[in-house]
């Protein structure tokens, strides 16, 4: 898929970070954009900046991922108002806090779940059939480097993130051969709200932008999987050639 004009695109977690760079960068396009976030303000202001673009077809509704039945109700309204969607971005999610696994509970493993993982198959589920009767369309889910390796202190955003990247490779083989394209996101640390700890701020360097003209050019070349970001290449090649002793060798250097 590379002609984005008109066409409507998809994107959860629009209120910042990654969401709204995409948001802006597909709004140059001429797409039109359905965007969501829970955070009901920081999505007005990503509508205002899309407006400042003088983007005119902007369609905002502020719900959680994790509520399946508010994904399909944004997907029936979409279909309603302007028809099938081409494009949806799965980015919505949370780091859900840092804690050793024998200090994290099982509410917080759920509730990560709930959101990183359950708010990508809710995606999927609402708007898959929308870019099947297109025949034409793209998928993209954003997992993360910690989908590529496990990272000590985030074992319950590793895992959900594990899970994305589980999910989205079965989604590639069954879309092997067809019109639509799916494609797994793997940041590394990109400049955005997710996370405001010291350690957060020495790596998450990446503008957001940068990585959200990298994907984009990855849906037009149908590149499935998306490495992009600070520190991502190593450790994406790491998981590829290295023994998990040196991995984790490696992640302590790097971030401790
Ligand atoms: P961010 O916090 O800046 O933006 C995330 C947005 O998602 C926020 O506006 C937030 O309100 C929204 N959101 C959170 N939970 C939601 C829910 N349940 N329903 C609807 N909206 C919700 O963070 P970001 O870095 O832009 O994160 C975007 C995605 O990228 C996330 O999935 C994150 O895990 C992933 N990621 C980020 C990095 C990084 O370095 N920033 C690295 C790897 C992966």
Request: aromatic share 8%.
């Amino acid at each position: 898929m590379d002609i984005f004009s008109d066409k409507i695109v998809v994107i959860t977690g629009a209120g910042s970070g990654i969401g709204r760079a995409l948001a802006l960068e597909f709004g140059k396009l001429g797409a039109r954009m359905a965007i969501n976030d829970r955070d009901k303000g920081a999505l007005e202001e990503t509508v205002s900046l899309l407006e400042g673009q003088g983007i005119e077809h902007i369609y905002a509704s502020s719900f959680d991922v994790a509520s399946n039945k508010d994904m399909h109700s944004f997907a029936q309204t979409i279909k309603q108002r302007w028809g099938n969607a081409y494009v949806i971005i799965n980015n919505a999610g949370i780091e859900g806090g840092e804690s050793p696994v024998y200090q994290t509970t099982e509410k917080t493993y759920r509730h990560v779940m709930d959101v990183n993982f359950f708010g990508v198959v809710n995606g999927c589920e609402a708007f898959l059939p929308q870019l099947v009767a297109n025949n034409e369309g793209a998928v993209v889910n954003i997992s993360s480097i910690f989908g590529l390796v496990g990272m000590m202190n985030y074992s319950a955003y590793s895992a959900s993130k594990f899970a994305v990247r589980g999910y989205t490779e079965s989604l590639m083989v069954e879309f092997h051969n067809s019109p639509i394209s799916i494609h797994c996101v793997h940041p590394g640390g990109i400049k955005t709200n997710i996370s405001t700890t010291e350690l957060s701020k020495k790596h998450l360097i990446t503008p957001p932008e940068d990585l959200a003209r990298y994907i984009i050019e990855s849906i037009k070349k149908d590149r499935p999987r998306i490495v992009y970001g600070n520190g991502s290449f190593k450790v994406w090649l790491g998981s590829r050639i290295m023994s998990q002793k040196m991995m984790k060798a490696l992640l302590w250097k790097q971030l401790s």
